[in-house]
């Protein structure tokens, strides 16, 4: 096997996570993101969806030897600087992801614990909601979940008593996001595990968007692979998804799709 070329090279991003047929969520929005913010993108699948910007119909999960053997892939030939975990799919999965960040423990982890489509539907049993609190919430860097997400996951419905049991549950950093609240903005909390919150509030802008959580997370994880403190990363990425979402294209029938490719600026 040949070694890794000295040459000079885009910092690489790996995102694990579900694959949206409409290219407005998942991986795809991934790949878009870190490409936005000069970063190249492997991917692993784990779950195939059927999905519109309307409604989430199916989820169907990769083997979990399917999932180890195309991280062991990317791994063997590319020197990926940060990884991004999205929609999982199911429980069986939780081993395989957890042994490839033990491997990589040197990595930042951004977790996007995706529990519910965009429009509602929960795509989440109890097994993998367990599975997430002992196995892989202590093993990552931040995690990011909506307040509904952030209720489920913790079993406690107020945002900062969630995040508090988040923390308990091993997690090293949370962020919470106000995009599913009913405040006149959306109100984005970080809760580091050995200091205060920090709080960001953003305007409400018009519409539902498809994608935007994946967009946050992925464009966190860039900003660490590029070597940023995690505070500033995550300011940095709310930063470049609000200016995404301003500029949502209404490409399907129902949720607008953010504009992640609207300018490379973001990567300097």
């Excluded at 290219?23 to 936005?36: N, R, S, V």
Aim: aromatic fraction near 4%; charged fraction near 15%; charge should be neutral.
């Amino acid at each position: 096997m040949k070694a890794f070329s000295s040459a000079p090279r885009d910092p690489i991003l790996l995102a694990i996570g579900g694959h949206d047929p409409g290219g407005g969520a998942g991986l795809q929005a991934d790949i878009e993101t870190a490409a936005a913010l000069g970063l190249h993108c492997c991917t692993a699948i784990t779950c195939i969806t059927v999905q519109t910007s309307c409604r989430l119909t199916q989820v169907i999960p990769q083997p979990p030897e399917q999932l180890r053997d195309q991280c062991q892939a990317v791994f063997s030939d590319y020197k990926v600087a940060a990884i991004k975990i999205g929609l999982i799919g199911h429980s069986n999965l939780i081993q395989t992801i957890g042994a490839l960040l033990d491997a990589h423990s040197s990595l930042p982890v951004v977790f996007d614990p995706v529990l519910a489509a965009g429009s509602g539907e929960h795509i989440v049993d109890a097994a993998l909601l367990n599975q997430l609190r002992l196995h892989l919430l202590r093993r990552c860097t931040l995690i990011t979940p909506n307040l509904p997400e952030a209720g489920l996951l913790a079993d406690v419905a107020e945002r900062d008593q969630a995040a508090r049991q988040l923390l308990r549950l091993g997690a090293k950093a949370v962020l919470i996001t106000g995009t599913h609240d009913a405040s006149a903005q959306v109100i984005n909390t970080f809760y580091p595990a050995n200091a205060p919150p920090s709080q960001w509030e953003w305007p409400r802008l018009p519409g539902s968007f498809h994608g935007s959580g994946c967009t946050l997370a992925s464009a966190v994880a860039a900003r660490l692979a590029l070597g940023m403190p995690l505070e500033t990363a995550i300011i940095e990425a709310q930063q470049y998804v609000i200016d995404s979402l301003r500029q949502a294209r209404a490409l399907a029938r129902c949720q607008l799709i953010p504009q992640r490719l609207f300018a490379t600026r973001h990567a300097d």
